[in-house]
């Protein structure tokens, strides 16, 4: 085995590493030395004492006691050294090399080729490193397992990255966080709650779970951190547990990614006679708190601070297909990004308007556009409405009497005698039903007021509308050509047609 000579640190003195071969031949070498000499000088003493010699003499006497001293200490150091070879000094080198080549993938490796002549003091310590070895290796990988299980598992409830800094960071479980700038992608289902509502539980969580999943893995390959699911919403954040330049940037792209891959599966449960979904989705960016917040009895990894409440309100803002990016997302995006103006809105508790950017492409090397889309559809057509205006989920105005202009695919026109300002949520009712089927609620927001001859017409974008009423609206609009007075006598209303 090759010597390594080093330097080791022990109980604060610098001292060299021997192996046991050196250790044990010096050791054997210098006490026979020792001995021999307190012989010789006592030998040579006695002589000189107890006898009157001449000195030529006594030198003569000395030299042959120094010849037969050196040829017992080269016997003794030949056949020592190889008993002690054999006995001692090679059994523990191979137990020391093969410790140096432990491998629990190999077997053979770990085994120690110990002849028939070792010691059996050395035997007994080989099985007992066989003993310790089997343990040792018996419980690294119940370990191993146990961390594997655990990773799986709460990368279920965490990102994996995350589960990843908790175990192996020695504050890993620690209460308390650090500050680091993120960006936050709040993503929220248009209407999920009055759908369910309609339809069995069941096959409601199916579809929820079914759309999780498909926006889980886009999230992922944009290397976003799910930080949770709030009912039908979901919480991503870039720039945890490390931040990256790029962090707003692959934002806005899985945000694009999240919008067209949704359209997507909407086909496709369209296809199965499932009910589709539509998105909104708000980004921004800023300073957060990020780490182990709540008590020693109850801690969740999570992100705390006022980007996190403003990415929400910017998400409230959208309607089904959109992307809006908040004012500091957009000024690191804004080469890299399509966007249309801007909209100012003047939220509750906020000191200032809100400003936000709908994003429609983004470059290189993502090249991904979406945008909502625009049917030139349309039925001119004045129907009896009922409007309340919405706060969240709450109504917080008495109803307002109107009627619509024109109907659209995911937009319609009403006409209405107070002004609503710009993205004010609100709720509709027609006033009427057709062969026994009564419209449903139609949540809309308002996306421009227009001042006309004939009053105050408020366009709205509709956020969620039942889809059999959906589906009846379409057939109309489809099915009936512009100033046709022979729909109106169908439906059975005297509206004029405009």
């Given at each position: 085995?090759?010597?390594?000579?080093?330097?080791?640190?022990?109980?604060?003195?610098?001292?060299?590493?021997?192996?046991?071969?050196?250790?044990?031949?010096?050791?054997?070498?210098?006490?026979?030395?020792?001995?021999?000499?307190?012989?010789?000088?006592?030998?040579?003493?006695?002589?000189?004492?107890?006898?009157?010699?001449?000195?030529?003499?006594?030198?003569?006497?000395?030299?042959?006691?120094?010849?037969?001293?050196?040829?017992?200490?080269?016997?003794?150091?030949?056949?020592?050294?190889?008993?002690?070879?054999?006995?001692?000094?090679?059994?523990?080198?191979?137990?020391?090399?093969?410790?140096?080549?432990?491998?629990?993938?190999?077997?053979?490796?770990n085994h120690v080729p110990?002849?028939?002549?070792?010691?059996?003091?050395?035997?007994?310590?080989?099985?007992?490193?066989?003993?310790?070895?089997?343990?040792?290796?018996?419980?690294?990988?119940?370990?191993?397992?146990?961390?594997?299980?655990?990773?799986?598992?709460?990368?279920?409830?965490?990102?994996?990255?995350?589960?990843?800094?908790?175990?192996?960071?020695?504050?890993?479980?620690?209460?308390?966080?650090?500050?680091?700038?993120v960006t936050v992608v709040?993503?929220?289902?248009?209407?999920?709650?009055?759908?369910?509502?309609?339809?069995?539980?069941?096959?409601?969580?199916?579809?929820?779970?079914?759309?999780?999943?498909?926006?889980?893995?886009?999230?992922?390959?944009?290397?976003?951190?799910?930080?949770?699911?709030?009912?039908?919403?979901?919480?991503?954040?870039?720039?945890?547990?490390?931040?990256?330049?790029?962090?707003?940037?692959?934002?806005?792209?899985?945000?694009?990614?999240?919008?067209?891959?949704?359209?997507?599966?909407?086909?496709?449960?369209?296809?199965?006679?499932?009910?589709?979904?539509?998105?909104?989705?708000?980004?921004?960016?800023?300073?957060?708190?990020?780490?182990?917040?709540?008590?020693?009895?109850?801690?969740?990894?999570?992100?705390?601070?006022?980007?996190?409440?403003?990415?929400?309100?910017?998400?409230?803002?959208?309607?089904?297909?959109?992307?809006?990016?908040?004012?500091?997302?957009?000024?690191?995006?804004?080469?890299?990004?399509?966007?249309?103006?801007?909209?100012?809105?003047?939220?509750?508790?906020?000191?200032?308007?809100?400003?936000?950017?709908?994003?429609?492409?983004?470059?290189?090397?993502?090249?991904?556009?979406?945008?909502?889309?625009?049917?030139?559809?349309?039925?001119?057509?004045?129907?009896?409405?009922?409007?309340?205006?919405?706060?969240?989920?709450?109504?917080?105005?008495?109803?307002?009497?109107?009627?619509?202009?024109?109907?659209?695919?995911?937009?319609?026109?009403?006409?209405?005698?107070?002004?609503?300002?710009?993205?004010?949520?609100?709720?509709?009712?027609?006033?009427?039903?057709?062969?026994?089927?009564?419209?449903?609620?139609?949540?809309?927001?308002?996306?421009?007021?227009?001042?006309?001859?004939?009053?105050?017409?408020?366009?709205?974008?509709?956020?969620?509308?039942?889809?059999?009423?959906?589906?009846?609206?379409?057939?109309?609009?489809?099915?009936?050509?512009?100033?046709?007075?022979?729909?109106?006598n169908e439906i059975g209303?005297?509206?004029?047609?405009?």
């Amino acid at each position: 085995m090759e010597k390594q000579k080093a330097k080791l640190h022990l109980f604060g003195k610098h001292v060299k590493e021997r192996g046991i071969r050196e250790i044990l031949l010096n050791g054997v070498f210098w006490r026979i030395l020792v001995i021999e000499i307190i012989l010789l000088i006592g030998s040579v003493f006695y002589r000189m004492v107890s006898q009157d010699v001449a000195p030529i003499e006594l030198l003569w006497y000395a030299l042959r006691i120094m010849a037969l001293v050196a040829i017992i200490i080269a016997f003794m150091m030949i056949t020592l050294r190889r008993f002690l070879e054999i006995k001692i000094i090679k059994p523990l080198e191979i137990i020391a090399d093969a410790n140096l080549q432990l491998d629990g993938q190999n077997p053979k490796v770990n085994h120690v080729p110990l002849d028939g002549e070792a010691a059996t003091e050395i035997r007994k310590i080989v099985e007992t490193r066989s003993q310790m070895l089997q343990t040792l290796l018996k419980v690294s990988e119940q370990r191993l397992q146990l961390v594997s299980f655990i990773k799986e598992t709460f990368g279920r409830y965490l990102s994996r990255r995350i589960v990843d800094e908790i175990l192996e960071s020695p504050g890993g479980r620690k209460i308390g966080g650090r500050r680091q700038t993120v960006t936050v992608v709040m993503s929220d289902l248009r209407g999920f709650s009055d759908l369910s509502d309609i339809r069995d539980p069941e096959a409601m969580v199916q579809i929820l779970n079914r759309y999780f999943e498909t926006m889980t893995q886009v999230i992922h390959s944009y290397d976003g951190i799910i930080d949770e699911f709030i009912g039908d919403a979901i919480l991503t954040v870039f720039g945890v547990p490390e931040p990256r330049a790029d962090d707003p940037v692959r934002a806005v792209a899985c945000a694009l990614d999240m919008q067209r891959t949704l359209a997507a599966l909407n086909r496709e449960m369209a296809r199965e006679g499932m009910p589709t979904l539509e998105m909104g989705i708000g980004i921004n960016t800023g300073p957060v708190v990020v780490g182990n917040l709540g008590s020693e009895a109850r801690t969740k990894y999570g992100i705390v601070g006022a980007v996190v409440n403003v990415a929400s309100r910017i998400e409230s803002n959208t309607v089904g297909g959109q992307v809006l990016v908040g004012e500091s997302t957009y000024t690191q995006v804004r080469d890299k990004v399509t966007a249309q103006p801007p909209i100012t809105v003047m939220m509750k508790g906020m000191k200032k308007p809100l400003v936000c950017y709908p994003v429609t492409a983004i470059g290189a090397p993502y090249d991904i556009a979406f945008s909502i889309a625009q049917s030139d559809r349309q039925l001119n057509i004045q129907l009896p409405v009922r409007l309340w205006r919405m706060e969240g989920k709450k109504v917080i105005s008495a109803p307002v009497s109107g009627e619509t202009r024109f109907i659209g695919d995911g937009r319609l026109a009403v006409k209405i005698p107070v002004h609503l300002e710009p993205w004010t949520n609100v709720k509709l009712l027609f006033e009427f039903c057709q062969e026994a089927h009564c419209f449903s609620d139609i949540y809309a927001k308002v996306l421009s007021v227009e001042n006309s001859a004939a009053g105050l017409l408020h366009h709205l974008g509709i956020t969620y509308m039942d889809p059999r009423d959906k589906t009846l609206l379409s057939g109309w609009i489809e099915t009936t050509a512009p100033g046709s007075d022979a729909f109106l006598n169908e439906i059975g209303l005297a509206s004029e047609m405009k």
